[in-house]
């Protein structure tokens, strides 16, 4: 290289022609190149300097860093490339209902999931409460968690008692018409039950064996099949086929009217009415 030549780093040299010329162009009224510069050789001296730093690595770059997500451990291919969540595979895992849920409180599930996994069982209050937030009831919640807790074998029932498996949780479901069926009947106990013998109930769930809690959820089903008015079968433990009957109270009439069905379900909605013009507790 020439010493005509200011040359930087791998960059292509700018040589001394180019700047005078460069000077020549852009010298203002008060004899200042590019506004700033004194002579050629300062701003020789400034392209030095500049492609200089051009030729150095970043610091990001030489310490190894970058602005990768730190995704949780398995679940990486649940995440788009730029590190959010791949609700599209959410919908594939959790369901369509859930996925849209998440999305739209920007949950994340996965983080959820390996925090659970982390924890044996739990998750931090954080995360529990943005399920909560997102609408999800508390019921359901505990529900789901203990669930998983119980199929993993992270939980053990009280007394040294084992935790009943998942098939036998789902018979005891069963036994009261279904998931469907016990969802409405705790949502049920939680609005219009004590909240101690909610607790009881609860306490006594983690020490019974699987015949002793289905005689319980089953005799919880018998209440609230009365409370909201429907006649229960003694032979099947199924509603028995009957003409509407009068609500007793309005708080039985208050827990139909919270039920989801009411207001979307056509058919529910008539059998609230047709009680309602049975019933005389509003005076």
Do not use: C
């Amino acid at each position: 290289m020439t010493s005509s030549q200011v040359n930087v780093s791998e960059t292509p040299p700018v040589s001394r022609a180019d700047l005078e010329t460069l000077a020549k162009n852009e010298t203002d009224e008060n004899g200042l190149i590019l506004g700033k510069f004194n002579s050629v050789e300062e701003l020789a001296a400034s392209y030095k300097e500049l492609e200089g730093k051009l030729g150095q690595p970043s610091d990001e770059e030489a310490t190894g860093e970058s602005d990768a997500v730190d995704l949780p451990d398995g679940y990486e291919d649940n995440y788009l490339p730029d590190g959010s969540v791949d609700y599209g595979t959410v919908k594939e895992n959790y369901g369509e209902t859930l996925a849209g849920i998440f999305e739209e409180a920007n949950i994340d599930p996965y983080r959820i999931s390996a925090e659970f996994h982390k924890n044996q069982g739990e998750i931090p209050e954080d995360m529990y409460q943005s399920l909560l937030d997102a609408g999800l009831s508390k019921p359901a919640v505990d529900s789901y968690l203990t669930g998983r807790a119980a199929e993993m074998g992270y939980t053990e029932g009280g007394d040294g008692v084992e935790t009943i498996p998942p098939a036998g949780v789902q018979e005891i479901r069963d036994s009261i018409g279904g998931d469907e069926a016990y969802g409405k009947m705790v949502d049920w106990a939680v609005s219009n039950l004590p909240k101690q013998e909610i607790s009881d109930f609860n306490d006594a769930t983690k020490t019974m064996t699987a015949p002793q809690l289905k005689l319980m959820v089953q005799g919880l089903y018998t209440q609230y099949q009365n409370a909201m008015g429907v006649e229960p079968n003694l032979i099947s433990g199924r509603p028995a086929s009957s003409g509407p009957n009068p609500y007793r109270s309005t708080e039985e009439v208050k827990a139909a009217m919270r039920d989801p069905r009411y207001g979307k379900d056509v058919t529910y909605t008539q059998d609230v009415y047709a009680r309602l013009e049975k019933s005389d507790v509003f005076g």
